[in-house]
């Protein structure tokens, strides 16, 4: 795996952060505003128009390819086109995880833009998170891994709107971790994951 040094402060970092962050939030709500709008046609018409020059505006300058994963000399990670938490990516879901004991823990809310079943999660997006939070935690003990196979039980559908994911490190043999993390509602786990995680001999530890 290809890694970036971008060598840059903890104040840049917080400046470019407080610059993104409530642009993606915007583009969040206007996801989730599409989805539910109601508005007249020439209401829809105008907005397409407007978003258009929006992105018109923010194409003047672009990088190459995708983001990737960058980090900072004091390897503080920027993975911020990441599918489930990068933080310029606001098609990812608003997961945002912290340390948890000896693994990680994300509160986070989902709405319109990640149904399945009617008012439920769609249970791609719920192995989407599960995956995200699972390979946090198997990078806990700061040695970074690959995943190897993640198995997904679903206990019942999960409702959209606030949920916590947990995870773990259970059990570690030789270059091989497992891990067991859970999605959950305000009544308890929806879906339960375990994955194990190989540590490659040519990664060094992070």
């Known amino acids: 795996m290809d890694f970036t040094l971008e060598d840059i402060s903890d104040d840049e970092i917080a400046r470019r952060r ?10 969040r709500d206007l996801v989730d505003a599409v989805i539910r709008t109601e508005v007249d046609d020439e ?6 128009r407007t978003v258009s020059g929006v ?18 000399s004091n390897l503080v990670g920027m993975a911020w086109g990441n599918a489930v938490m990068g933080m ?4 990812a879901p608003p997961v945002h995880s912290t340390p948890d004991g000896g693994g990680v823990r994300a509160e986070f809310t989902l709405g319109a833009a990640y149904e399945g079943p009617p008012g439920h999660v769609h249970g791609g997006v719920c192995a989407l998170v599960l995956d995200q939070v699972l390979g946090e935690a198997a990078a806990a003990d ?3 891994s690959y995943t190897g196979t993640i198995e997904f039980r679903y206990l019942r559908p999960t409702p959209l709107g606030q949920l916590v994911a947990r995870a773990e490190i259970v059990e570690r043999a030789g270059r091989k971790k497992t891990v067991r993390g859970t999605l959950s509602d305000a009544r308890g786990i929806t879906v339960e994951a375990e994955g194990l995680f190989i540590v490659p001999k040519d990664v060094p530890e992070l």
Do not use: W
Request: proline share 2%; net charge neutral.
């Open 55 to 72: 992105v018109d505006a923010l194409r003047a300058q672009q990088m190459d390819g995708a983001y990737g994963v960058r980090y900072t």
């Open 88 to 91: 310029r990516n606001a098609i």
């Open 18 to 27: 407080a610059v993104f962050e409530p642009l993606v939030a915007s583009v």
């Open 43 to 48: 209401v829809v018409v105008d907005a397409q």
């Open 142 to 144: 700061n040695k970074a």
